[in-house]
């Protein structure tokens, strides 16, 4: 990103982190407690800013902070959850909350913040936002089920794995750009363009979060390298693995994932094959024709310092380490 954008974006940051902290502080102590261990932590808030963002190109006649940081809130509470599903111990470099607080205290936790994020949406007034908001809640959640449903499916397509990666992941995107845009009341051409934007580098970024838990250090990301495959998680760079073995191979590697034995030195072979088949950069290149039709979404918008940080947004996508 240039360092104007960065200078653009520091301001709106600064602007999220503010309201995200603000907010919080009125829940009682425990909550408030977990919500800010998630929230303040340092994601990269990219989610409010393409709200922000969205919402600027279309107009400047309302405050769209908050309904971008109920964007986030239903992210944090996601994550919160996600990592208890996952049994993960650390996130971006820190201890997860459930093993400071405990999964129950965790988990109502990320309701409070739920609830929270739905009643800051609420505040605008436009029964379609909360609509927008209800839905962006309901895929995300259904797209986790999806997920763990097909834990250790040695046989899941590639269909398969791009409708669970829209759900989790995707939908999140394209909604927090179409609230941007209804929070201004964009004509639905403009909303919907802004949508599929959101959608397309959703993939994308999902598709690199895949690719990167294999290929990246923990140093970067915070995270152990290879834990989707510890878990039975069946992503891109997997599934295209699993796709050059013999079925009976393959056999032996659902076996392994549905007994949840799959032995270190069987994790290691599969990591070591992953990486240096380039399946990891195969996932990569494939965030980028994500990243390509995402541009095009664009086209029909009218040129504007909003639409050229948005691309930039969309560049940052593929190429982030972390
Ligand atoms: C409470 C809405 C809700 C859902 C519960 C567990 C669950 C259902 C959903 C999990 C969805 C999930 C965690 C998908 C992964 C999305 C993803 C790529 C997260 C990482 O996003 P970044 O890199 O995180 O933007 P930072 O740390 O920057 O905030």
Same mark, same amino acid.
């Given at each position: 990103?240039?360092?104007?954008?960065?200078?653009?974006?520091?301001?709106?940051?600064?602007?999220?982190?503010?309201?995200?902290?603000?907010?919080?502080?009125?829940?009682?102590?425990?909550?408030?407690?977990?919500?800010?261990? *998630?929230?303040?932590?340092?994601?990269?808030?990219?989610?409010?800013?393409?709200?922000?963002?969205?919402?600027?190109?279309?107009?400047?006649?309302?405050?769209?902070?908050?309904?971008?940081?109920?964007?986030?809130?239903?992210?944090?509470?996601?994550?919160?959850?996600?990592?208890?599903?996952?049994?993960?111990?650390?996130?971006?470099?820190?201890?997860?909350?459930?093993? *400071?607080?405990?999964?129950?205290?965790?988990?109502?936790?990320?309701?409070?913040?739920?609830?929270?994020?739905?009643?800051?949406?609420?505040?605008?007034?436009?029964?379609?936002?909360?609509?927008?908001?209800?839905?962006?809640?309901?895929?995300?959640?259904?797209?986790?089920?999806?997920?763990?449903?097909?834990?250790g499916?040695?046989?899941?397509?590639?269909?398969?794995?791009?409708?669970?990666?829209?759900?989790?992941?995707?939908?999140?995107?394209?909604?927090?750009?179409?609230?941007?845009?209804?929070?201004?009341?964009?004509?639905?051409?403009?909303?919907?363009?802004?949508?599929?934007?959101?959608?397309?580098?959703?993939?994308?970024?999902?598709?690199?979060?895949?690719?990167?838990?294999?290929?990246?250090?923990?140093?970067?990301?915070?995270?152990?390298?290879?834990?989707?495959l510890r878990?039975g998680?069946?992503?891109?760079?997997?599934?295209?693995?699993?796709?050059?073995?013999?079925?009976?191979?393959?056999?032996?590697i659902?076996?392994a994932f549905?007994e949840k034995n799959l032995s270190a030195?069987m994790q290691?072979?599969i990591?070591?094959?992953?990486?240096?088949?380039?399946?990891?950069?195969?996932?990569?290149?494939?965030?980028?024709?994500?990243?390509?039709?995402?541009?095009?979404?664009?086209?029909?918008?009218?040129?504007?310092?909003?639409?050229?940080?948005?691309?930039? *947004?969309?560049?940052?996508?593929?190429?982030?380490?972390?």
């Amino acid at each position: 990103m240039t360092d104007v954008v960065k200078i653009y974006l520091k301001k709106d940051i600064s602007s999220i982190n503010t309201f995200l902290k603000t907010n919080t502080n009125s829940f009682s102590p425990l909550v408030k407690e977990i919500t800010q261990h *998630i929230l303040l932590s340092g994601g990269k808030r990219v989610r409010p800013l393409l709200t922000l963002l969205c919402a600027r190109i279309q107009g400047k006649t309302k405050d769209s902070i908050p309904l971008a940081c109920s964007l986030e809130m239903i992210h944090a509470a996601s994550l919160l959850h996600d990592d208890i599903l996952d049994d993960s111990n650390m996130r971006r470099k820190n201890p997860t909350a459930h093993t *400071i607080f405990g999964n129950n205290a965790t988990i109502l936790a990320g309701d409070a913040l739920l609830a929270r994020a739905s009643r800051i949406a609420a505040e605008y007034n436009n029964a379609y936002i909360v609509k927008l908001f209800a839905s962006a809640v309901e895929d995300t959640a259904s797209g986790a089920i999806d997920e763990m449903y097909h834990t250790g499916d040695a046989e899941l397509t590639e269909k398969e794995y791009y409708e669970i990666i829209i759900g989790k992941t995707a939908k999140l995107f394209e909604f927090s750009c179409r609230m941007g845009a209804c929070c201004e009341n964009a004509p639905i051409e403009i909303e919907d363009a802004l949508g599929n934007f959101g959608l397309n580098i959703g993939i994308a970024f999902q598709l690199v979060d895949d690719s990167l838990d294999y290929a990246s250090s923990s140093e970067d990301t915070g995270k152990p390298i290879g834990g989707d495959l510890r878990e039975g998680k069946m992503t891109l760079p997997l599934i295209l693995y699993l796709q050059t073995r013999e079925k009976s191979e393959r056999k032996a590697i659902k076996k392994a994932f549905t007994e949840k034995n799959l032995s270190a030195q069987m994790q290691e072979e599969i990591i070591y094959n992953i990486t240096h088949a380039d399946f990891t950069q195969t996932t990569r290149n494939t965030a980028k024709q994500y990243i390509e039709k995402a541009t095009q979404n664009l086209n029909s918008i009218a040129d504007c310092k909003e639409k050229e940080i948005l691309l930039q *947004i969309a560049q940052y996508v593929i190429a982030r380490i972390n």
